[in-house]
């Protein structure tokens, strides 16, 4: 079985996009039929966050950690005590390409670090986008770390220690500790997740902090 984690914060107005993204991208052929669980965990949610999921048939858990890095691996702990032997990782406000999960796994390796794609950047001036544009390497081998596009066996994500409860950069941490336990990751571009550039974003220091660091 293949698990899909999504830590979910008050998403209410992205998340119809995400959920549809995920259950397309299960169906793919190259699958092979494979199981797919879709996990949202909703951590303090005050909207229709949780009513939206539910209406997808989705699974959710709903919790109260405030902490991007403890919700990653509640879930994950959640989808390997079902089973997983797979899991992948995106965040509510990203749409995952339909090869999304059949791309992971066809590399065969224990980790997989894909690129992020920004389409509406009109929060933004022009001068962001061409500093970003500036940084950003899309190529194969990139080093790269997104959580909304990222993927990991059972087996190295638990030699590896798994998420830590962080509030920020526990994807970056984890990668950090996949590197440590000799984990062999692919860095690929093939598989790019269309996420926000909302200035309203949810984690402080994330993404969208970034962006809006270029504007300084």
């Avoid at 990653?72 to 989808?79: I, M, Q, T, V």
């Avoid at 796994?105 to 970003?132: M, T």
């Avoid at 860095?187 to 962006?211: H, M, P, Q, Y």
């Amino acid at each position: 079985m293949i698990g899909v984690i999504v830590p979910v914060h008050n998403e209410e107005a992205f998340l119809d996009d995400c959920i549809e993204s995920l259950l397309v991208a299960a169906l793919h052929e190259g699958l092979g039929n494979e199981e797919v669980q879709v996990l949202l965990v909703l951590d303090a949610c005050t909207d229709n966050s949780l009513q939206i999921a539910q209406a997808y048939g989705v699974r959710t858990l709903t919790c109260n950690h405030r902490n991007v890095g403890q919700s990653r691996a509640h879930g994950a702990e959640h989808l390997l005590a079902a089973g997983a032997r797979w899991l992948a990782f995106t965040d509510a406000d990203s749409i995952v390409p339909r090869s999304w999960l059949a791309d992971q796994l066809k590399f065969n390796v224990d980790a997989v670090c894909g690129l992020v794609q920004v389409i509406d950047w009109s929060e933004h001036p022009l001068a962001v986008r061409e500093r970003y544009d500036a940084h950003y390497r899309i190529v194969e081998g990139h080093r790269h770390i997104h959580g909304a596009n990222l993927g990991v066996s059972s087996t190295a994500y638990l030699d590896a220690g798994g998420f830590r409860a962080l509030p920020t950069h526990e994807d970056v941490q984890l990668i950090a500790d996949l590197e440590r336990s000799g984990a062999n990751i692919m860095w690929t571009a093939t598989n790019r997740v269309i996420t926000s550039a909302r200035k309203d974003c949810r984690c402080r220091e994330g993404f969208g902090d970034f962006l809006q660091s270029l504007a300084e």
